[in-house]
């Protein structure tokens, strides 16, 4: 069975770290550009960040760029997401998403179940 | 990195059809035959029903089919149903080798 299990989300200060983490089974890891798409309650979904499947090309939106950094590690079939600097718009459910660019591809699929990411003082 | 505009909201009765629109530019739905289409229910992870514009995944139901005419993609749900009732979100590639989703749709069967 394809699975993406996020952790890591939680309650944190504005100005705090957080790190969030990716595990991948059921499917070749290491065949898959790996994404982060977060969800805001009131202004839908967000594409966040990317990483191809050999870490060559690493991309972010604007709005995180220079406080978010985007890793993997395909021994271990995870992906990673180190928060730094969280704002309170940074507040969302996370969401780790596969894209097959290797196979052409440029959907997502498959999807995690989120971990929520809540930025209060 | 401006998000795709889609309706905030379209309805239908059993059986009827619906269409989303989903306008970008040039630079993203315009750009590349890259679009997708996500079905999220309460409480849960988006699902993808429509990729490269119009094809459908195995196991998609035929009734939802997807279009594109220059900066301006479409989803059709035909032939309405309960379970249909739903957030529709679009996605495309972008010139920046990015991704942008649309606003989303709440579509609801009356």
């Known amino acids: 069975e394809v699975q993406l299990v996020e952790s890591g989300g939680g309650l944190v200060q504005p100005g705090r770290s957080l790190r969030l983490s990716c595990a991948a089974s059921?499917?070749?890891?290491?065949?898959?550009?790996m994404h982060w798409v977060r969800q805001d309650s009131g202004r839908g979904l967000e594409w966040v960040s990317g990483i191809s499947w050999n870490s060559g090309s690493i991309l972010y939106v604007d709005s995180v760029k220079g406080r978010f950094t985007i890793s993997r590690d395909n021994a271990k079939n995870s992906l990673y997401l180190q928060m730094n600097s969280l704002r309170p718009e940074d507040t969302a459910l996370y969401y780790c998403?596969?894209?097959?660019?290797?196979?052409?591809?440029?959907?997502?699929?498959?999807w995690g179940q989120g971990t929520l990411v809540t930025v209060s003082s | 990195q401006s998000a795709l505009t889609q309706p905030a909201s379209v309805s239908g009765s059993p059986g009827q059809s619906i269409t989303i629109s989903c306008t970008g530019t040039?630079?993203?739905?315009?750009?590349?035959?890259?679009v997708s289409w996500y079905q999220q229910h309460p409480g849960k992870a988006p699902k993808l029903m429509i990729y490269d514009v119009s094809k459908r995944p195995s196991g998609v139901s035929d009734r939802f089919s997807g279009s594109k005419s220059g900066n301006t993609a479409s989803l059709t749900i035909s032939g309405l149903q309960a379970e249909d009732e739903a957030d529709y979100y679009c996605?495309?590639?972008?010139?920046?080798?990015?991704?942008?989703f649309g606003t989303g749709t709440r579509v609801t069967v009356l």
């Open positions: 998403v596969g894209v097959g660019r290797i196979f052409g591809r440029n959907w997502f699929d498959p």
């Open positions: 059921g499917f070749r890891f290491d065949d898959y550009d």
């Open positions: 040039s630079s993203d739905v315009g750009g590349y035959n890259f």
């Open positions: 996605s495309s590639h972008t010139t920046s080798a990015t991704y942008v």
